[in-house]
T-cell receptor, first 117, second 110 residues
Framework: SQTIHQWPATLVQPVGSPLSLECTVE??????LYWYRQAAGRGLQLLFY??????ISSEVPQNLSASRPQDRQFILSSKKLLLSDSGFYLC????????????????FGAGSRLTVL | EDQVTQSPEALRLQEGESSSLNCSYT??????LFWYRQDPGKGPEFLFT???AGEEKEKERLKATLTKKESFLHITAPKPEDSATYLC???????????FGQGTELSVKP
């Protein structure tokens, strides 16, 4: 069965410090990978998605970047954190393409709570 | 632009008091409407996918229905363990990305 791991679970960082959140998926190959941010405990905002190694699409201009160095590894980074980067970050994966009904359910990780002070 | 609006923002029910959550959407070519459950501090958990108007799906005390403009999540005789935030999302034919609503926070008191 497929599993998704996300770490660290909780992170408190000072403004201006770097960030690295990591996500790995097991039990599948060539997944679509996603980074979402959830602010104020509610709506999910898509930050980045990737359909393959080295292929990153950015949805929102921001202080963050993403990389996919391996097929099942997705990393969210920042060189200098801002206060506004605080939030709950969620990694997710899906299989298939947009043309395949039923193959596009997103499975989420447990999330990483980032507090920037 | 694809958009999803959920109502109410919060709902408080007594145990056994049935109710419905609403998800209104506008999308260019619906390719799926998704319901997720999210417990505090955790990632969303998939519940249902609906693809066409008139479709219904059930799971325990939950039943999801779909029309051309909205979806309802009916909760029959809820229990305290049903307390969570319920998220609705749609996928249209513009890039295939999921667009999420803000969620409905459900609280069921014993």
């Amino acid at each position: 069965s497929q599993t998704i791991h996300q770490w660290p679970a909780t992170l408190v960082q000072p403004v201006g410090s770097p960030l690295s959140l990591e996500c790995t998926v097991e039990g599948t190959s060539n997944p679509n990978l996603y980074w979402y941010r959830q602010a104020a405990g509610r709506g999910l905002q898509l930050l980045f998605y990737s359909v393959g190694i080295g292929q990153i699409s950015s949805e929102v201009p921001q202080n963050l970047s993403a990389s996919r160095p391996q097929d099942r590894q997705f990393i969210l980074s920042s060189k200098k954190l801002l206060l506004s980067d605080s939030g709950f970050y969620l990694c997710a994966w899906s299989t298939g393409t947009s043309g395949s009904f039923g193959a596009n359910v997103l499975t989420f990780g447990a999330g990483s709570r980032l507090t920037v002070l | 632009e694809d958009q999803v609006t959920q109502s109410p923002e919060a709902l408080r029910l007594q145990e056994g008091e049935s109710s419905s959550l609403n998800c209104s959407y506008t999308v260019s070519g619906l390719r799926g409407l998704f319901w997720y459950r999210q417990d505090p501090g955790k990632g969303p958990e998939f519940l249902f996918t609906l693809y066409s108007a008139g479709e219904e799906k059930e799971k325990e005390r939950l039943k999801a229905t779909l029309t051309k403009k909205e979806s309802f999540l009916h909760i029959t005789a809820p229990k305290p363990e049903d307390s969570a935030t319920y998220l609705c999302a749609v996928r249209g034919n513009q890039g295939g990305k999921l667009i999420f609503g803000q969620g409905t926070e459900l609280s069921v008191k014993p």
